[in-house]
């Protein structure tokens, strides 16, 4: 069923509702029926998604062994019932600095993160099966069957257990969104080492910053990427970082851009670099093992921005990220053996890592290497077309984008396949929906999603059984129990607040990298509501249990006392048609009744637009209209470009220090780090 919105259609109707056959066909509604109502007890009275909810917070450790059995993950067997000790061990803690350092997951568990992933590659069909696809700015470019990716996972592991790897060594990346990345992780994880990766346009500083932290004992790189039509050449960028990093014993180049012909990389001119093709050449015949290990045993070392200091490194345990993920891609995106999910990232930020343990489901892992928006080409519609992709994800700036450069590929590409369109990285404005809905396809399941790198999934995500209503996430997490607490610490409805969430849940990071007494770990999460996870966004939880992002905590703009949350002012300047993009801050000024804090937004404009006196009038009655007059920005001022992170996110704090004349800390962590000079001294904001 289909309701699309109209000006002046009340915000309580959904936008999309799941018809009854979807709701019976669901993941979730098979998990229900199969896997919880079974366990009797409170369990037996589950009968859908909001009840499956309030379930799993009550009875989190029936909740995720629910999960873990429905689907199937493969671990060694115990004597018993199950190939755990106990699910939860210490519940009532939350906080690292507790005894113990925190909850224990399924204890005694011992598994392969690998092998779940490549479970697929046994089937009698693995020969024909895609595992990966491949498309550039140029499109097709390689397709990869599960029983090649087994094949090529096996022969990279055979180089690094050569190269002196075993459980516990970290392996870097430096590579961008291509089938190596992904074959290169696998084989990393399959001997219980540790993956850590940065995507090829993070600066010589940027990469120093986050692998000289962990000191990785491979490095894989690539020679180059291409981007907007342009060839980047990466092997610069590694000469400059590489003598920086003393631990790495071994670097394997990838051609990506060369070719095979020079495979081998001379360039490089370093006696620790082979070609990729040589690093599998010693591996071939050789069996794929799987080494399996703890349940919590590290698999992953992600980053913080890095924007405000040196960048945090979170590990994350193999079990609770497969775990989390699987009931992720399973129960809340739907996901089916079978399927072709595609999501728009790199290797440097975490929904790569969410998208590729699609693998364990047996689906197709569309990757993409290149800009994501093409002059005169919808290259990833072109894709998604194509490919007939069945979950599609991406940005919400992306989306707005697309909007404003006019694309309607409802009328330009078949899109009969594709199910559900995911979208993070920002809040995603109830203009979006409009746009998706009206011009991309009238039927398709739009979900916007919130989590972070620090708990390596969502707080917040969709569900094929719920309707979808302009502007509100659909639902929090399953077993993720999150709430919106006000000033004072309690839990509200209706109003914004910080959200938290009260109790464990299975990929919180197992520990820091060198926070030997877990003093940054509390630091980052607990020191706000000691034993509960403050994350960092100021949301809104609604009445039908939906939530609204606001935006950042740390950049919540105060003036005259009142916060609100940036989210609101640019869900309304990015609907002028003029406006490509936009930033706001607050600046911190005096006049003669006090200090305050006056809003100021930044605005980048449409080639050949000039910000006038009626363009800035429009805005700000725009804003008074739908928001308040609290939101109302004092300074409106025109720049040329928008700082973002190398995973496409804006810098408000960055902006915010630069305006305020303090030093921006690890600037490296910028893909456009020359645009923050763009707000230095500004005439307009000295008054």
Same mark, same amino acid.
């Given at each position: 069923?289909?309701?699309?919105?109209?000006?002046?259609?009340? =915000?309580?109707? *959904?936008? #999309?509702?799941?018809? +009854?056959?979807?709701?019976? !066909?669901? /993941?979730?509604? $098979?998990?229900?029926? @199969?896997?919880?109502?079974?366990?009797?007890?409170?369990?037996?009275?589950?009968?859908d998604?909001?009840?499956?909810?309030?379930?799993?917070?009550?009875?989190?450790?029936?909740?995720?062994?629910a999960?873990?059995?429905?689907?199937?993950?493969?671990?060694?067997?115990?004597?018993?019932?199950?190939?755990?000790?106990?699910?939860l061990?210490?519940?009532?803690?939350?906080?690292?600095?507790?005894? =113990?350092?925190? *909850?224990? #997951?399924?204890?005694? +568990?011992?598994?392969?993160? !690998?092998? /779940?992933?490549? $479970?697929?590659?046994? @089937?009698?069909?693995?020969?024909?099966?895609?595992?990966?696809?491949?498309?550039?700015?140029?499109?097709?470019?390689r397709?990869?069957?599960?029983?090649?990716?087994?094949?090529?996972?096996?022969?990279?592991?055979?180089?690094?257990?050569?190269?002196?790897?075993?459980?516990?060594d970290?392996?870097?990346?430096?590579?961008?969104?291509?089938?190596?990345?992904?074959?290169?992780?696998?084989?990393?994880?399959?001997?219980?080492?540790?993956?850590?990766?940065?995507?090829?346009?993070?600066?010589?500083?940027?990469?120093?910053?986050?692998f000289g932290?962990?000191a990785?004992?491979?490095?894989?790189?690539?020679?180059?990427?291409?981007?907007?039509?342009?060839?980047?050449?990466?092997?610069?960028?590694?000469?400059?970082?590489?003598?920086?990093?003393?631990?790495v014993?071994?670097?394997?180049?990838?051609?990506?851009?060369?070719?095979?012909?020079?495979?081998?990389?001379?360039?490089?001119?370093?006696?620790?670099?082979?070609?990729?093709?040589?690093?599998?050449?010693?591996g071939?015949g050789?069996?794929?093992?799987?080494?399996?290990?703890p349940?919590?045993?590290?698999?992953?070392?992600?980053?913080?921005?890095?924007?405000?200091?040196?960048?945090?490194?979170?590990?994350?345990?193999?079990?609770?990220?497969l775990?989390?993920?699987?009931?992720?891609?399973?129960?809340h995106?739907?996901l089916?053996?079978?399927?072709?999910?595609?999501?728009?990232?790199?290797?440097?930020w975490?929904?790569?890592?969410?998208?590729?343990s699609?693998?364990?489901?047996?689906?197709?892992?569309?990757?993409?290497?290149?800009?994501?928006?093409?002059?005169?080409?919808?290259?990833?519609?072109?894709?998604?077309?194509?490919?007939?992709?069945?979950?599609?994800?991406?940005?919400?700036?992306?989306?707005?984008?697309?909007?404003?450069?006019g694309?309607?590929?409802?009328?330009?590409?078949?899109?009969?396949?594709?199910?559900?369109?995911?979208?993070?990285?920002?809040?995603?404005?109830?203009?979006?929906?409009?746009?998706v809905?009206?011009?991309?396809?009238?039927?398709?399941?739009?979900?916007?999603?919130?989590?972070?790198?620090?708990?390596?999934?969502?707080?917040?995500?969709?569900?094929?059984?719920?309707?979808?209503?302009?502007?509100?996430?659909?639902?929090?997490g399953?077993?993720?129990?999150?709430q919106?607490?006000?000033?004072?610490?309690?839990?509200?409805?209706?109003?914004?607040?910080?959200?938290?969430?009260?109790?464990?849940?299975?990929?919180?990071p197992?520990?820091?990298?060198?926070?030997?007494?877990?003093?940054?770990?509390?630091?980052?999460?607990?020191?706000?509501?000691?034993?509960?996870?403050?994350?960092g966004d100021?949301?809104?939880?609604?009445?039908?249990?939906?939530?609204?992002?606001?935006?950042?905590?740390?950049?919540?703009?105060?003036?005259?006392?009142?916060?609100?949350?940036?989210?609101?002012?640019?869900?309304?300047?990015?609907?002028?048609?003029?406006?490509?993009?936009?930033?706001?801050?607050?600046?911190?000024?005096?006049?003669?009744?006090?200090?305050?804090?006056?809003?100021?937004?930044?605005?980048?404009?449409?080639?050949?637009?000039?910000?006038?006196?009626?363009?800035?009038?429009?805005?700000?009655?725009?804003?008074?209209?739908?928001?308040?007059?609290?939101?109302?920005?004092?300074?409106?001022?025109?720049?040329?470009?928008?700082?973002?992170?190398?995973?496409?996110?804006?810098t408000?704090?960055?902006?915010?220090?630069?305006?305020?004349?303090?030093?921006?800390?690890?600037?490296?962590?910028?893909?456009?780090?020359?645009?923050?000079?763009?707000?230095?001294?500004?005439?307009?904001?000295?008054?």
């Amino acid at each position: 069923m289909l309701r699309v919105h109209i000006d002046g259609v009340s =915000e309580s109707d *959904p936008i #999309w509702t799941p018809s +009854a056959a979807q709701i019976a !066909a669901a /993941n979730v509604t $098979r998990f229900i029926r @199969d896997a919880v109502q079974p366990l009797g007890g409170s369990a037996a009275a589950v009968h859908d998604s909001p009840s499956l909810y309030e379930w799993s917070i009550r009875d989190p450790e029936r909740f995720w062994s629910a999960v873990w059995s429905f689907c199937d993950v493969v671990a060694s067997p115990r004597p018993g019932r199950h190939p755990w000790d106990r699910v939860l061990v210490g519940g009532e803690r939350m906080a690292p600095r507790d005894p =113990e350092r925190g *909850p224990q #997951w399924f204890t005694g +568990a011992e598994l392969n993160f !690998a092998e /779940n992933l490549l $479970r697929c590659s046994a @089937d009698g069909g693995s020969e024909q099966r895609e595992a990966l696809v491949l498309w550039t700015e140029q499109g097709l470019s390689r397709r990869v069957t599960y029983a090649a990716l087994a094949r090529a996972v096996a022969c990279f592991a055979e180089f690094l257990r050569r190269a002196g790897v075993r459980s516990g060594d970290r392996v870097a990346a430096f590579l961008p969104n291509i089938p190596e990345a992904v074959i290169a992780m696998l084989a990393t994880a399959s001997i219980g080492a540790v993956w850590s990766s940065c995507s090829p346009d993070f600066g010589p500083l940027g990469v120093i910053d986050r692998f000289g932290q962990i000191a990785p004992k491979v490095l894989v790189i690539a020679d180059g990427y291409r981007y907007g039509g342009k060839t980047i050449d990466s092997l610069p960028r590694v000469r400059a970082f590489l003598p920086e990093l003393p631990s790495v014993a071994r670097v394997v180049v990838v051609p990506h851009l060369s070719g095979p012909a020079k495979d081998r990389s001379p360039e490089l001119e370093d006696a620790r670099a082979l070609g990729w093709a040589d690093a599998l050449r010693g591996g071939e015949g050789a069996p794929l093992r799987f080494e399996r290990l703890p349940f919590d045993h590290p698999l992953y070392i992600m980053y913080s921005s890095g924007t405000t200091g040196l960048p945090k490194c979170m590990v994350h345990g193999a079990g609770g990220t497969l775990l989390q993920h699987l009931k992720e891609l399973v129960l809340h995106t739907d996901l089916s053996a079978g399927d072709r999910i595609f999501y728009f990232t790199t290797c440097g930020w975490m929904m790569w890592n969410w998208l590729v343990s699609s693998l364990a489901v047996g689906a197709t892992v569309m990757l993409y290497d290149g800009a994501p928006i093409l002059r005169g080409r919808n290259v990833l519609w072109d894709m998604a077309a194509a490919e007939r992709v069945s979950v599609f994800g991406t940005s919400a700036r992306w989306l707005a984008l697309t909007e404003k450069e006019g694309a309607t590929p409802a009328a330009t590409h078949d899109l009969s396949a594709l199910r559900a369109i995911l979208s993070t990285g920002s809040p995603l404005a109830a203009h979006s929906f409009d746009y998706v809905y009206t011009r991309v396809k009238p039927d398709v399941r739009l979900s916007s999603i919130s989590g972070g790198t620090d708990i390596l999934s969502c707080f917040a995500l969709g569900d094929p059984t719920l309707p979808v209503y302009r502007g509100e996430l659909q639902t929090r997490g399953f077993g993720m129990n999150v709430q919106v607490w006000n000033d004072t610490g309690h839990p509200v409805v209706g109003e914004p607040g910080e959200l938290v969430c009260t109790a464990p849940f299975p990929s919180m990071p197992v520990y820091f990298w060198n926070d030997g007494d877990g003093a940054k770990y509390h630091a980052a999460y607990f020191d706000t509501y000691p034993g509960v996870w403050r994350h960092g966004d100021w949301a809104e939880l609604t009445e039908r249990g939906g939530l609204l992002i606001h935006g950042r905590s740390d950049a919540t703009l105060n003036p005259g006392g009142v916060r609100i949350g940036t989210a609101e002012i640019y869900r309304q300047v990015d609907q002028l048609p003029e406006v490509l993009e936009s930033l706001v801050i607050g600046q911190q000024y005096s006049d003669k009744r006090g200090a305050d804090v006056r809003v100021v937004l930044f605005v980048r404009l449409q080639p050949g637009v000039v910000l006038d006196d009626a363009l800035r009038a429009r805005l700000k009655q725009r804003i008074r209209d739908n928001a308040t007059p609290h939101h109302v920005p004092k300074k409106i001022v025109q720049v040329a470009d928008i700082p973002r992170t190398i995973s496409g996110k804006i810098t408000e704090i960055a902006v915010r220090d630069v305006i305020h004349g303090r030093t921006v800390r690890n600037v490296d962590a910028l893909a456009n780090p020359e645009s923050l000079e763009l707000f230095r001294n500004l005439p307009d904001l000295n008054d």
